[in-house]
């Protein structure tokens, strides 16, 4: 394992040491110890890498990542795993807002609760939160999965495009064109999929959740409908 | 009959046949008219200001044998490749779903046989585009329709988009009609639905937000790549300075005369400044933090001729981006396309409805009929032609002042003749050195 000491040696060392590693297979355990709170830790990294980050991160953290699999031993800033392509992020702690926002692929698993709008505007990015999460989450979510095990707070889902959502616990509010919709089977079998790569399949059943997605009446600009927006 | 004579009709200067004509269209439609394009209320504007020319005082260069330097660094702050353009006319962002693939290679073409840059869109990055543009700047937007990493290290730099001219505090429409599978595909949507693109990044609100924005993006391109940030022409001078704090190597200043795909009607005529009012703020900003130069301004909306290009420079630009002349170059609202503007219910150079995806002339459409219509070779060489005239007509005005660069013209080159272009511009109106809001104008 390589350890990395990101304040001795600083960020675009760190940064520039993953990058380089692209298309390699080798040297692919990383920790990196006194993270400090700093800002896009591991951003960009485009090989399949296991890096552990000993410590809570700033912004950014695992920004748009692809193949890595990056660990977070305490909580994540604002953005964490921001228009992630692929791999996985893990986070022991919470994560503040947006994490996952813009997401493309991947998993991205907060074990804590997660702030306001994560998951806002994914595109395809799979979320596993074992705590609460934020207002405005998954706004303008256009597709992907979100799993969340705790509570949700206000307007959920708002202008919600093709993004799958489910809430074991209560939701404050659904946004605008997010409605609760009928539980079926393929969707248990999915969730059961996630809980257990979501490391959550100890502390939930697919059957104690309720979905939720677009009610589709505002993918088309209908005047009639201006109130809603 | 009274044989008295009759008062005339009388047309009311506020409500117009044009104004009562919207009115009633809102009326039987119960929806607001969105259109692309920008402004078309008349303006303050470059054609309100011109050059002195050198005589005694001031000595001219030689039109055809003294060298006038066109070409400009943008990037240069902190990026380890600036960028290096042979012509400070560069191609604005349009989106591959607003144009159709063929005219994104057009704008490729003419914009590398120029020797200058084009611009991607909201939407992400075409093959077709990156194939033929020889410097590529890659839009990053609220949207991140098609945003990856991969692309943003395929490209030349990057720019952040905060606002644009035709709308500042707005996001973007893309109506149904244009949602094909490929841009559909592109931007994770379903076919067919009207997509919508949020006014404010999703994860970045502020000043504070958008230095570490701009941080993690060089990081991850490792801090190759030159990041412009743009904004719409509202309040230039505290976006500009703000956009400096954050770490931009660019500004991108787009006035209200800067053209969209598609918004309200409403909103392009209601809201924004014309770029005249623009530039000098946002100027005086980077002059106010020692940055001039140091950090490029590139300013947009409304520039059709070399003329135009010399003014912007002379104000302080490094250099000027254009979008609805490139259209136009391209072969938008060409008259020979005027039978079918017709069946459309508009005519050549007032055709607008680009959103709806008919555009007889192949360019703002995913039509592939109407697409195959456009040649994206031709199309490149008449953007090509007319970038050079237009770069031959900027170098025409500052051999006249004297200058051996486009960059050595200066607001002392310039009068106005109107007194709302003087205040704006910052430059005396004609035969006076009044500059209004400014001096007492004494001779």
Known sequence: MQTFDLGAQGLRALNSALHALKGQTNMTEWEVINPKGSHAIAAGVDAALDITVRGSTGYYCAGMNKLATIRIKGSAGPGVAENMMSGSVIIDGDASQYAGATGRGGLLVIKGNASSRCGISMKGIEIVVHGNIGHMSAFMAQSGTMVVLGDAGDALGDSLYEARLFVRGSVKSLGADCIEKEMRPEHLALLADLLKRGEADTKAKPSEFRRYGSARTLYSFNIDNASSY | ?443
Not at chain 2, 37 to 59: E, M, N, Q, V
Not at chain 2, 120 to 138: C, F, P, Q
Not at chain 2, 187 to 216: F, V, Y
Not at chain 2, 335 to 357: F, I, M, N, R, V
Request: one cysteine or more.
């Open chain 2, 1 to 443: 009959m009274s044989d008295f004579p009759r008062t005339p009709p009388r047309f009311s200067a506020t409500f117009t046949p044009a104004i009562n004509a919207e009115i009633r269209r809102a009326a039987a439609t119960g929806i607001y008219d969105i259109r692309g394009g920008g402004t078309k209320r008349a303006l303050p504007h470059f054609d309100d200001l011109l050059f002195l020319g050198a005589s005694i005082s001031r000595y001219p260069l030689e039109g055809y044998r003294e060298k006038c330097a066109t070409d400009v660094w943008l990037g240069t702050r902190f990026a380890k490749k600036p960028i290096h353009l042979d012509i400070p006319v560069t191609i604005a962002g349009m989106s591959f779903g607003a144009l159709s693939g063929p005219a994104k290679e057009a704008l490729g073409r003419g914009a590398s046989a120029a020797g200058t840059s084009t611009t991607t869109g909201d939407g992400g990055m075409t093959e077709e585009e990156r194939g033929h543009s020889r410097t590529l700047v890659y839009q990053y937007l609220p949207s991140r329709y098609g945003m990856n990493p991969d692309d943003l290290r395929r490209a030349d730099a990057i720019e952040i988009v905060v606002g644009q001219g035709a709308k500042p505090g707005g996001g973007g429409m893309l109506l149904g009609q244009k949602i094909s599978d490929r841009v559909a595909a592109m931007r994770n949507l379903p076919k067919g639905i009207d997509q919508r693109s949020a006014c404010r990044h999703p994860d970045w609100t502020g000043p504070d937000d958008l230095e570490i924005k701009i941080m993690e993006l060089r990081e991850i391109t490792d801090w190759e790549k030159p990041i412009y940030v743009k904004i719409g022409g509202a309040r230039p001078y505290y976006d500009t300075a703000l956009a400096v704090k954050a770490g931009a190597d660019v500004v991108v200043l787009d006035g209200m005369q800067g053209g969209t795909a598609a918004t309200q009607d409403v909103f392009i005529e209601h809201v924004g400044m014309p770029i005249l009012a623009c530039i000098p703020l946002a100027v005086k900003a980077l002059q106010d933090l020692g940055m001039h130069r140091k950090v490029q301004l590139i300013v947009s909306g409304g520039i059709r001729s070399g003329a135009d290009v010399a003014k912007a420079m002379a104000l302080g630009a490094d250099a000027v981006a254009i979008g609805t002349a490139a259209l136009i170059a391209l072969g938008d609202n060409d008259p020979k396309w005027e039978s079918e503007y017709q069946k459309l219910g508009t005519t050549a150079d007032a055709y607008d409805d680009w959103h709806e995806g008919r555009d007889p002339a192949g360019i703002t459409t995913q039509d592939p009929a109407l697409s195959a219509r456009f040649d994206p070779i031709l199309g490149g060489r008449r953007l090509k032609n007319y970038l050079k005239v237009m770069t031959l007509e900027a170098q025409t005005i500052a051999r006249a002042c004297g200058k051996n660069h486009l960059h050595n013209l200066e607001p002392e080159d310039l009068c106005a003749l109107t007194i709302e272009a003087a205040a704006m511009a910052g430059v005396p109106i004609a035969g006076t050195n009044w500059i209004p809001g400014r001096n007492s104008g004494g001779l």
